[in-house]
């Protein structure tokens, strides 16, 4: 087995790593052993990526509540091919998509938390009306 050592210029890193991980054929060695977690160039992406697992885990926690269902996907190639049609539905090529993504969970995140906090109030209006009705009532 030949080894190559390969650098990858950074405008290709994306479909490079994308191709080489289809293919499970690769072994990555770390450059920057010696470097700073934060300073490392993708560490800004990695937050984001982060947040926004913290905002979808967020925005399946309230479905719960709610009891609205989720579906998984039937299968890889099903969850593969749906990956395609958002890319298709949003003009964006692979690297691009997560910016996509990302902005939609953002915006579905405070969304859904703007409507929580409606809810929250309306239920106290509700209450203070029913304690109003039983004061009514009472005085009656």
């Not at 479909?15 to 052993?33: C, P, Q």
């Not at 984001?48 to 299968?75: D, F, G, M, N, V």
Request: net charge negative; aromatic share 10%; proline share 3%.
């Amino acid at each position: 087995m030949e080894l190559y050592r390969v650098t990858i210029p950074k405008d290709d890193a994306w479909s490079v790593v994308e191709a080489l991980g289809n293919t499970d054929s690769a072994h990555f060695i770390d450059l920057n052993k010696n470097e700073q977690p934060f300073n490392l160039p993708y560490a800004q992406r990695i937050k984001l990526a982060e947040e926004t697992e913290r905002r979808i885990h967020y925005l399946i926690q309230k479905c719960k509540e709610l009891r609205i269902k989720i579906y998984r996907p039937k299968s890889a190639e099903y969850f593969a091919k749906k990956i395609e049609q958002l890319q298709e539905a949003k003009g964006k090529g692979k690297d691009m998509l997560f910016d996509a993504i990302e902005s939609d969970v953002a915006d579905k995140e405070a969304f859904v938390q703007r409507m929580s906090k409606q809810i929250g109030e309306m239920q106290f209006e509700i209450q203070k009306m029913e304690d109003y009705e039983r004061v009514l009532g009472f005085v009656q």
